[in-house]
Nanobody, 117 residues
Framework: QVQLAESGGGLVQPGGSLRLSCAAS????????MGWYRQVPGKQRELVAT???????RYADSVKGRFAISGDNRKNTVYLQMNSLTPEDTAVYYC???????????WGQGTQVTVSS
């Protein structure tokens, strides 16, 4: 069973930056998409950013120009650089890796990001 481990969350002041990392416990052959989602209590989990194996990226409108996703399929890792953070970015952030060969998806356990002064 593949496990994803996120790191890099924490408390940051408005305007600050954080870099989230996510690594798989073992090699995943056939990764087609990696991404980050976030969730706040009482709301549905929402897409933040995704990146395909070909390098195509997609961002939620609310984070465009502030967040940047990157990934390394060979290392089974995905990153999220978050800049100019606002209190509205406060959430639990989850990484996600989708294996297009097996049509299996894997979720991390989540990492808390809190933006507050």
């Amino acid at each position: 069973q593949v496990q994803l481990a996120e790191s890099g969350g924490g408390l940051v002041q408005p305007g600050g930056s954080l870099r989230l990392s996510c690594a798989a416990s073992r090699d995943i052959f056939g990764i087609s998409t990696m991404g980050w989602y976030r969730q706040v209590p009482g709301k549905q989990r929402e897409l933040v950013a995704t990146i395909t194996s070909g390098g195509a990226t997609r961002y939620a409108d609310s984070v465009k120009g502030r967040f940047a996703i990157s990934g390394d399929n060979r290392k089974n890792t995905v990153y999220l650089q978050m800049n100019s953070l606002t209190p509205e970015d406060t959430a639990v952030y989850y990484c996600y890796i989708y294996n297009g060969w097996t049509t299996s998806g894997y979720w991390g356990q989540g990492t808390q990001v809190t933006v507050s002064s």
